[in-house]
Structures are given as structure tokens and as C-alpha cells.
């Protein structure tokens, strides 16, 4: 079974601090991870995903398959970045994915 | 990318009474949609898989009789919530999913459904 586990609601960071939001998931496989963001009433939109190992609006995420770990980071954070962050993992790139229950990011000023 | 939207964004209904969510890929032949739900405050659950030209694929615990789905062409899905309750009230979110290069899901804005 494929579970993607987010074990924080809420994030609470002041402006230029570090931001690590934590993923963890389980799958058998090889799974893909990706990072979508929700900001206030907009729709989901992709972050960045595990494969293209880019650097979106200043996070990262790093892919580690021994602690089955995807966790997003960013050195510093800015008020913009608050928002809903979901973790989500696919098993095969034509299959749905699976989200994790999502992180909120507040940054305050 | 793939422009997503859904029609409508908001729904009041009646208890008993059905109603049908629209969800068009403005420019992309989809092939294969996705539902999902999302209560408040709680993530995105996969209700089922839309496939063109023929039966969507439930996924456990949906009632596929109450959440009828169609997806009679490359650029429509509906979702119909045939005689709703209460407890159907929630954000219905389509998500069509790309091919080619990247298999990507790009979402559409959702609609919240409110049965009275």
C-alpha cells in the first residue's frame, strides 16, 4: 500500500528563518515523490518533484530512499511561501497520487 | 501545461436531489482524469479514475452508484452525486493527467458542494 505521512499541521517560522517540512512515505516500490502548494484560494499547483532535482521559488527536496524520506526545504523563508504544502507520491507515472494530509506554512513577519 | 477548470465552483442542493460537476481540459485531450475529495482542514482523497470511453475505476469504499462518473470525451468528465445527503458536502477536485515527455496531474480549482 502506498501512504504518504506529513506529521505537521501547522508550521509556524519568522521571515528569513529556515524552513524543513517533513515527508515520509511508505511504498515497496520506487516510487516518484512530488511537492504541490496550495496558496489561499488557488488551486493545487506542482512544486517541484523529485526526478527533475530542481530548485523551485528557493526549496529543495532531497529524495532519501533509507529513510524513505522526501523533506522540503528552504534556507530562508519569506511571506509568500505561506501556504498549504502537500507531499505526494505515485507508484508509476500513469497511476493517480497519493497525498499525504499537508503541511501549513505560516511565515510571519 | 494542462488548463483545468470546473464547472461550478460552488453548489447549494437539496438532500435527495442530484448534482453533476463539470471538469474540461481546456487544451489538452485527456485520456485519463482523476477525482478526488477534500474535507477541511484534510488532504486530497482519490475518489476514482476517469477513463475515456469507458468505465471509471473506484477506489475502495466509494459507492459507485451514488458518485456516478463519465468521461464521454477527451476534454469532459462529470461527476453526478446522485441523491445527496449531508454528508456528501465537500471540495469535489478533477485532476487531468498529462502524457508525452512527463506524466504530470494538473488540477482544477474544485467545487464545493453544501447539501442542505
Known amino acids: 500500500a502506498q501512504r504518504v505521512t506529513q506529521p505537521e499541521k501547522l508550521l509556524s517560522v519568522f521571515k528569513g528563518a529556515p524552513v524543513e517540512l517533513k515527508c515520509n512515505y511508505s511504498y515497496s516500490g520506487s516510487p516518484e515523490l512530488f511537492w504541490y502548494v496550495q496558496y489561499s484560494r488557488q488551486r493545487l499547483q506542482l512544486l517541484l518533484r523529485h526526478i527533475s532535482r530542481e530548485s523551485i521559488k528557493g526549496f529543495t527536496a532531497d529524495l532519501n530512499k533509507g529513510e524513505t524520506s522526501f523533506h522540503l526545504k528552504k534556507p530562508f523563508a519569506q511571506e509568500e511561501d505561506s501556504a498549504m504544502y502537500y507531499c505526494a507520491l505515485r507508484a508509476l507515472r500513469n497511476t493517480p497520487l497519493v497525498f499525504g494530509k499537508g503541511t501549513r506554512l505560516s511565515v510571519i513577519a | 501545461g494542462a488548463v483545468v477548470s470546473q464547472h461550478p465552483s460552488w453548489v447549494i442542493c437539496k438532500s435527495g436531489t442530484s448534482v453533476k460537476i463539470e471538469c474540461r481540459s481546456l487544451?489538452?485531450?485527456?485520456?485519463?482524469m482523476f477525482w478526488y475529495r477534500q474535507f477541511p482542514k484534510q488532504s486530497l482523497m482519490l475518489m476514482a479514475t476517469?477513463?475515456?470511453?469507458?468505465?471509471?475505476?473506484?477506489e475502495q469504499g466509494v459507492e459507485k452508484d451514488k458518485f456516478l462518473i463519465n468521461h464521454a470525451s477527451l476534454t469532459l468528465s462529470t461527476l453526478t452525486v446522485t441523491s445527496a445527503h449531508p454528508e456528501d458536502s465537500s471540495f469535489y477536485i478533477c485532476s487531468v493527467l498529462t502524457s508525452g515527455r512527463a506524466y504530470e496531474q494538473y488540477f482544477g480549482p474544485g467545487t464545493r458542494l453544501t447539501v442542505t
Open positions: 487544451d489538452f485531450q485527456a485520456t485519463t
Open positions: 476517469s477513463n475515456e470511453g469507458s468505465k471509471a475505476t473506484y
